[in-house]
C-alpha cells in the first residue's frame, strides 16, 4: 500500500514544481528587456546618471526593465555603424547629434513622426529639433544640449572681452605680462571639439558651411576671415599654445595650471576642472562669446535614438519619452553638466547664479550644428584645413578651398542624398 | 576446415597489400600531404579565404553607409584611383621613410646592445631584464604613456631638455609636423629594439671562437674582426631579423594611432593608417580593400626580395 501512495505523492510534487516554473518563465516573459547603448557609460561619473534614469523608470514601469550598454565615445561611431549594418543594434542608442544624418541615410533609425505628440514637440527649442529631422523625418530626440561660454581669469581680466579685438588684446596682454602663460587656448587636434570650436568663429564672421539647400559654402570671405582670425591666435598672434595637441577637452587642465587664461567650452568645463567659479588658485567666470558681424555659438547636442530592427519599439519609445521628460531630463543635466533643455528646466534653481546666465542666453544666439551626409570624413576634412593652416602648410583661402572641394568629391553634401 | 585450395593464399595477398598501401599512406616520410591536411585548411580557411575576400572587395564601389550609392562591380578602378590620389602616395612616402627609419634604428641600436650583452659581465642580468621591459609592455599602453612624456605643456621630456638648459621653450612634439614624425618613429624603435638585440645576440652566440682567436693570431684588431668576421657570419640572422622587423613597421598602427592619430596634419598618416580611417571613419570598403591589398602586395615583392637574397647568401 506505500508504494502507490509514494507514487502519487512524487507526481503531485512532480507536477507541482512544473507548474511553478511554468508560472515564473510567463512572468518572466511578460517583463521586456530594453537595450540601451551609452557611450562614457562606463565612466564614474556616468553611472550616476545611469542609476538615476534607470532605478526611477522601472519602478515605474515593472514589465520593462532597461538594461544599460557602454562604449568609449572614440569607439562609438564605428560600434554603432557595424551593430546597424549587422542589423543587431541595441533597442535604444545614445548618439552624438551629428551622426543623425548618416545612420538615417543607412537605414538603421526608427522614425519617430507617429511616436512624438506635438506637446512634446514643442518642449523642445526649434532649432534643437530640427536636427534631429532628416529628409523630412523626425529621428531621434534631443537630449543632451550645449551652448558654449567663454571661460576668464577675472584676476587677470577684469571685463570679458565682447568682440574679436576685445578677446584678441586681452589675450595679448596676459601673455606679455605674465612669462609662461598664454591668453587664451584653443583647439587644434584632430577631434571632433576642433570642428565646433572654429565653427563658433565661421559663424560669428557672417559664415556658414551649408546653404539652405545643402550646398558647401565654406570658402567664403567670411570663412577666410574666420580661419585666419582662429589660426592666427597661434601662429601670427602667439597668444595661444600649439593647439594641434589639443582638443577643447584638455584645455580645462591647462586652464586649472594656469597655462591660459581663457577658454571657450560648455559647463562640464567646471566639472574637468573641479573648482568652483570663486577658488582661490585660478578663479574665473562665463561670459557669453564675444561677436563679430554676429554674436552666436554652435548648439551641440546629442541625441537618444530607437533602432529600426527593435522588436519593442512601444517600449524603447516609453524610455526615450520617460529621459526626456522634465524632471528626469533635468536631473541628467545636472548630472552631466549640460544646459537645460527642457522647457521648463531653466527655471530650475540649479541652473540660476552667474555661471549659468550666459550658457542660458546663448540658447538664443545659437545655430544648429552642420549635417554633412557622413561626419567623420567631413571631420577629418575640417580639422585638416585648420592644421593646415596652423602648420603653415596652406593658407586660409588655400585651405577653404580644397576643404570645399573635398567635402563635394566625397559627396558629403547634404543635398547629394538620395543622387 | 581447411579453404578451398586458391582461395586462402590469394585472399592473404590483397589483404595484406591494402594493408602496405595504407601503411604507405600513412607514413609520414612516404607521403606527408595526409599530415598537413588539417593545416592546410586551416590556411585555406583563416588566411587564404579572408585575401581573397579582400581582394574581391577592392574591385568593388562599395561605401557601407551611403546604400543609396549602392554596391557595384568597378574593376581596378579603385587602384586606379589610388594611385592618382596624392594623399596615397604622401602616405606611401611617410610610410616608407618611417619604416626605414624606425628599422635602421632598431637594428644599429639593437646590434649595440647586443654586442654589449653577449659577454657575460658583473650586472649583466639586471640590464637584460631592462632591455625586456619595452618588449613585454603593451604597445598602446607604451604609447600613451609616451604621449604624456611628449606632451607640449606638461611633458617629462621638455621638464627634462628645460632643466639641462637644452631649451627656454617647450617643444610641441607631437604638435609639429617633423618632430611628430621623429617622435613616432622614435617611440617604435623603443618597443622593437629588444626584439632586434636578442635575435642577434643569438647569432653572435652562433659565430665560432675558433675565428677570432685565428684572427688574433694574424694580428687583426676588434674593428677588423667585427667587419670581416662576425659581420659577415651573422649576415642572413641580420637579413631575417630585417625583414621581420621591416614587415612590422610597415604594419606598424597601435604606436601612430594613440599619439598622433596619423597627425598633425597626415604628418604620420601611414598606409595602414590611412586604409585603418577609409574602413572605420569613411566606411569605404571598397578603397580600403584596395589599400589593404596594395600593402599586402608591396610587402609580398619585398619579402621575395629578402628571400632571394638569403638565396645568393645560402
Known amino acids: 500500500m506505500k508504494m502507490p501512495h509514494f507514487r502519487h505523492l512524487t507526481l503531485s510534487l512532480f507536477v507541482a514544481i512544473a507548474g511553478g516554473l511554468l508560472a515564473l518563465s510567463y512572468a518572466g516573459a511578460q517583463q521586456i528587456t530594453i537595450n540601451v547603448l551609452y557611450p562614457g557609460g562606463d565612466q564614474p561619473g556616468a553611472q550616476k546618471t545611469v542609476q538615476a534614469l534607470v532605478t526611477p523608470f522601472e519602478k515605474a514601469h515593472p514589465d520593462i526593465k532597461v538594461a544599460f550598454q557602454s562604449v568609449g565615445w572614440d569607439e562609438a561611431y564605428q560600434k554603432i555603424t557595424t551593430d546597424l549594418l549587422a542589423g543587431n543594434a541595441p533597442d535604444v542608442i545614445y548618439i552624438g547629434g551629428r551622426w543623425i544624418a548618416p545612420f538615417a541615410q543607412l537605414g538603421g533609425l526608427l522614425p519617430l513622426d507617429s511616436y512624438v505628440g506635438q506637446a512634446k514637440r514643442d ?32 584676476d587677470l581680466i577684469p571685463e570679458p572681452p565682447k568682440t574679436w579685438d576685445a578677446l584678441l588684446a586681452d589675450a595679448k596682454k596676459v601673455t606679455q605680462e605674465h612669462p609662461g602663460m598664454y591668453g587664451i587656448g584653443i583647439s587644434g587636434a584632430a577631434h571632433v571639439s576642433t570642428t565646433s570650436q572654429f565653427f563658433n568663429f565661421l559663424y560669428q564672421a557672417g559664415g556658414s558651411v551649408f546653404d539652405d539647400q545643402g ?163 567631413f571631420q577629418t576634412i575640417i580639422t585638416d584645413m585648420i592644421q593646415n593652416v596652423l602648420l603653415g602648410k596652406q593658407t586660409p583661402e588655400e585651405a577653404l578651398r580644397a576643404a570645399t572641394k573635398s567635402i563635394q568629391d566625397k559627396q558629403l553634401e547634404p543635398s547629394a542624398a538620395g543622387s | 576446415m581447411s579453404p578451398p585450395i586458391g582461395t586462402e593464399p590469394l585472399a592473404r595477398d590483397r589483404t595484406g597489400t591494402m594493408r602496405t598501401r595504407l601503411r604507405r599512406v600513412f607514413d609520414p616520410d612516404a607521403s606527408p600531404t595526409v599530415y598537413l591536411i588539417p593545416t592546410l585548411l586551416f590556411l585555406i580557411l583563416f588566411l587564404a579565404y579572408p585575401i581573397a575576400k579582400v581582394v574581391a572587395e577592392s574591385l568593388y564601389r562599395d561605401v557601407l553607409i551611403r546604400p543609396d550609392l549602392g554596391r557595384s562591380f568597378i574593376g581596378l578602378r579603385n587602384y586606379l584611383d589610388l594611385l592618382r590620389d596624392p594623399a596615397v602616395l604622401r602616405s606611401l612616402r611617410i610610410t616608407v621613410l618611417w619604416t626605414l627609419l624606425s628599422v635602421a634604428g632598431k637594428t644599429l641600436v639593437g646590434f649595440a646592445a647586443a654586442l654589449l650583452l653577449q659577454h657575460p659581465f658583473r650586472g649583466r642580468r639586471i640590464y637584460l631584464t631592462l632591455l625586456m621591459i619595452p618588449w613585454v609592455t603593451p604597445v598602446v599602453v607604451a604609447a600613451i604613456a609616451w604621449r604624456w612624456v611628449l606632451d607640449g605643456q606638461f611633458g617629462q621630456l621638455n621638464g627634462l631638455l628645460s632643466a639641462l638648459g637644452i631649451i627656454h621653450e617647450p617643444l610641441s612634439w607631437l604638435g609639429q609636423q ?50 670581416l668576421i662576425t659581420v659577415p657570419v651573422i649576415r642572413p640572422i641580420l637579413l631575417v631579423a630585417t625583414l621581420l622587423s621591416s614587415v612590422w613597421t610597415f604594419n606598424s598602427f597601435q604606436v601612430i594611432w594613440p599619439l598622433t592619430r596619423g597627425g598633425p596634419a597626415g604628418a604620420t598618416t601611414t598606409l595602414v593608417v590611412r586604409t585603418f580611417t577609409t574602413a572605420f571613419g569613411s566606411f569605404d570598403f571598397g578603397r580600403a580593400a584596395a589599400l589593404a591589398t596594395f600593402v599586402f602586395a608591396l610587402l609580398m615583392a619585398l619579402s621575395y626580395g629578402y628571400w632571394r637574397l638569403l638565396q645568393q647568401e645560402a
Open chain 1, 123 to 154: 518642449s523642445f527649442p526649434a532649432g534643437v529639433l530640427k536636427g534631429n529631422e532628416f529628409k523630412g523625418k523626425l529621428m531621434g530626440l534631443p537630449v543632451a544640449f550645449s551652448t558654449k561660454a567663454l571661460y576668464y581669469r577675472t
Open chain 1, 215 to 377: 550646398h558647401v559654402t565654406l570658402d567664403s570671405p567670411a570663412g577666410v576671415e574666420a580661419l585666419t582670425f582662429y589660426t592666427g591666435l597661434y601662429k601670427t598672434d602667439h597668444v595661444a599654445p600649439n593647439p594641434v595637441e589639443y582638443n577643447r577637452e584638455q584645455l580645462p587642465v591647462l586652464f586649472k595650471q594656469g597655462k591660459i587664461a581663457m577658454m571657450i567650452i560648455g559647463p562640464w568645463g567646471k566639472s574637468i576642472m573641479g573648482l568652483d567659479p570663486n577658488n582661490a588658485t585660478v578663479p574665473y567666470a562665463t561670459a557669453t562669446l564675444p561677436c563679430d558681424v554676429r554674436c552666436g555659438g554652435i548648439q551641440v547636442g546629442d541625441s537618444i535614438v530607437i533602432s529600426k530592427n527593435t522588436s519593442h519599439p512601444k517600449e524603447a519609445y516609453e524610455f526615450v519619452d520617460y529621459w526626456t521628460s522634465l524632471q528626469a531630463h533635468t536631473t541628467f543635466d545636472l548630472n552631466g553638466g549640460l544646459v537645460p533643455m527642457v522647457q521648463g528646466e531653466q527655471s530650475n534653481a540649479a541652473f540660476q547664479g552667474a555661471f549659468w546666465e550666459p550658457y542660458l542666453t546663448m540658447i538664443s544666439k545659437g545655430f544648429p550644428q552642420p549635417q554633412p551626409l557622413a561626419w567623420e570624413p
Open chain 2, 178 to 227: 617633423g618632430t611628430a614624425f621623429l617622435a613616432t618613429a622614435t617611440v617604435d624603435m623603443w618597443v622593437g629594439i629588444p626584439f632586434m638585440a636578442m635575435v642577434l645576440m643569438a647569432g653572435l652566440q652562433s659565430v665560432p671562437n675558433e675565428l677570432y682567436e685565428a684572427a688574433r693570431i694574424d694580428g687583426a684588431g676588434a674593428g677588423q674582426m667585427f667587419r
